[in-house]
């Protein structure tokens, strides 16, 4: 499969459909080691300048330390096609299987990082800013997103876009 960069002004899509309902795959680490998971939740803005992509990893993750470990990761959008790879992705672990072969989807290692091959857009984002977020910020009525550990924000700036040719 081929990709080209394209300019992030380039793109026009919805970003509610996007994240909230065809998901993603974010994913940190290269060659010699990655891990990706399903994600529903982030957001995609201008913050200090710079055009950015926004997710939250739970530290229970496997995905997790790999982010923290992480200069660079990718955030890969997918065919409706893909929804079982995005749903087994979503919810099995990549300490205990290759997510990636399970799933049916080819690593792409690029840029230093990993994305998928049968992606058909893909942000590479090198990350600017992470932090747990803050349960007790949380206005009322809300709380009943958590009753574990906090996800962790990454804001990464994204750097380059490749769409399938």
């Known amino acids: 499969m081929s990709f080209k960069e394209i300019n992030i002004s380039e793109l026009s ?6 994240i909230g309902k065809e998901w ?4 940190a680490g290269d060659r010699d080691g ?7 939740w982030g957001f995609m803005g201008v913050m200090w300048g710079k055009n950015v992509m926004e997710t939250v990893i739970r530290p229970t993750r496997h995905t997790f ?3 923290e470990n992480s200069e660079l990761f990718t955030v890969s959008f997918f ?3 893909y929804r079982e790879a995005l749903k087994f992705c979503g ?3 990549g300490r205990d299987c290759d997510k990636a072969k399970e799933a049916g989807i080819t690593p792409l290692f690029t ?4 994305a998928f091959e049968e992606a058909d857009m893909i942000f590479i ?5 992470s932090q747990t977020l803050d349960l007790s910020a949380l206005v009322e009525g809300e709380q009943h997103w958590y009753n574990g550990d906090p996800h962790k924000a990454f804001i990464g700036e994204i750097v380059k876009v490749l769409v399938r040719e």
């Open 111 to 114: 840029e230093g990082t990993t």
């Open 79 to 81: 065919d409706e096609k």
């Open 65 to 67: 330390g790999y982010m």
């Open 13 to 18: 899509f919805n970003p509610f459909e996007k």
């Open 125 to 129: 984002c090198k990350k600017l800013y």
């Open 24 to 27: 993603f795959l974010v994913t």
């Open 91 to 93: 919810s099995h672990s």
């Open 34 to 40: 990655y891990n990706t998971m399903t994600a529903s």
